[in-house]
């Protein structure tokens, strides 16, 4: 089992930027994939950040691309989503996901991949 706690989600205007954390606890000495996972109002779950357990290999939704940062500091149980030139359309329940993985750079993209979940961090974007 591992239990996710997100934080630093609020409120920016467009162009802003916040960063989440989101840490992680349970069984973590175990290898696994983290991702970012949001959900605007009316609209389904989507993937819009992942990260191997060995932090080599990165994903992004192309709606986030060259955006968005995921990063994670195993030593801390700790992923990362730095979110830079923040738009309206950015706004949404943002949660923190994980898998356990017998593969240490291998990304999950769907949000069917993920077994653990965070309790989500509200992120709004005011233009």
């Known amino acids: 089992q591992v239990q996710l706690v997100e934080s630093g989600g609020g409120l920016v205007q467009a162009g802003g930027s916040l960063r989440l954390s989101c840490a992680a606890s349970g069984r973590t000495s175990s290898s696994v994939a983290m991702g970012w996972v949001r959900q605007a109002p009316g609209k389904e779950r989507e993937v819009v950040a992942a990260i191997s357990w060995s932090g080599i290999m990165t994903y992004y939704a192309d709606s986030v691309k060259g955006r968005f940062t995921i990063s994670r500091d195993n030593a801390k149980n700790t992923v990362y989503l730095q979110m830079n030139s923040l738009k309206p359309e950015d706004t949404a329940v943002y949660y923190c996901?994980?898998?356990?993985?017998?593969?240490?750079?291998?990304?999950?993209?769907?949000?069917?991949?993920?077994?653990?979940w965070g309790q989500g961090t509200q992120v709004t974007v005011s233009s």
């Open positions: 996901a994980a898998t356990f993985t017998r593969y240490n750079s291998y990304l999950y993209t769907t949000t069917k991949d993920y077994d653990y």
